[in-house]
């Protein structure tokens, strides 16, 4: 079964769909693994931030998956999966959360702010390509909402841009750094790394991403170096 999404509504950097397609795979092998899961058959899975390339890649590619729900701030988006993508595993909720880079008319989020799902919670929650766009103040709030939608065995997976160095070379410091010739390290706690751009990349370190999870209903389980498909991969559980 094929899901088609016009390009004009998908907002990745890149449009070259097997790219994507393989990138999504990959991903969903790691979210299965991080889940210690040969896959994602028997999970029910929340997707913040989603975009459409994990939609694909589990209805094109007939993967196991037990139950995913996506939300986004991009209602055309969400309108389109939830009209053309009619297997009764998959719903889609639009939010309109404030963001600088994607949703700049949207309202603010508060600490009072929630995720349409009611009482709901789930096995596995992600978000990739979401943290890397969103400022402190944002990302504490999120880690709060998430929380509300978790039950004790939940894990959350997510990616995130940290100001460091990492072995495998595959971090955008280690990238930019070799490329400038010069090590584009600042340590400061967060920075939009290319402010005219806004929040192309919200950077953190490590210390200060260690400091918003303290105060989240989050504690971490495990942090991962970047690979060519994800920058630093943060998995949580509950505290």
């Not at 991009?74 to 998959?90: C, S, V």
């Not at 004790?152 to 410091?173: K, Q, S, Y």
Request: with cysteine.
């Amino acid at each position: 079964m094929a899901l088609h999404v016009p390009k004009h509504l998908q907002r990745s950097r890149t449009k070259d769909e097997e790219s994507a397609m393989e990138s999504a795979i990959a991903l969903l092998g790691v979210l299965a693994e991080e889940m210690d899961r040969p896959d994602l058959g028997d999970v029910s899975m929340l997707d913040v931030g989603c975009g459409v390339k994990f939609s694909q890649a589990l209805i094109e590619e007939d993967l196991p998956i037990g139950r995913y729900t996506g939300i986004d701030v991009y209602e055309p988006l969400i309108t389109h999966l939830a009209a053309e993508n009619t297997d009764p595993r998959f719903r889609y909720h639009h939010v309109d959360f404030f963001n600088g880079r994607y949703n700049p008319t949207g309202t603010p989020m508060t600490a009072d702010s929630v995720l349409p799902l009611g009482d709901e919670t789930f096995d596995l929650i992600c978000g990739f390509s979401l943290f890397t766009h969103l400022d402190p103040t944002d990302f504490g709030i999120m880690l709060g909402l998430m929380g509300r939608h978790a039950h004790p065995d939940t894990r959350l997976v997510f990616t995130a841009f940290i100001d460091e160095h990492t072995e495998g070379g595959h971090g955008l410091i280690d990238r930019y750094s070799e490329a400038s010739g010069t090590d584009v390290s600042t340590g400061e706690a967060f920075r939009d790394f290319w402010p005219d751009d806004v929040l192309r990349v919200a950077l953190y370190s490590r210390p200060h991403i260690g400091e918003l999870i303290d105060a989240s209903p989050w504690k971490v389980r495990s942090i991962k170096d970047p690979t060519p498909y994800a920058q630093h991969l943060i998995t949580l559980v509950p505290a």
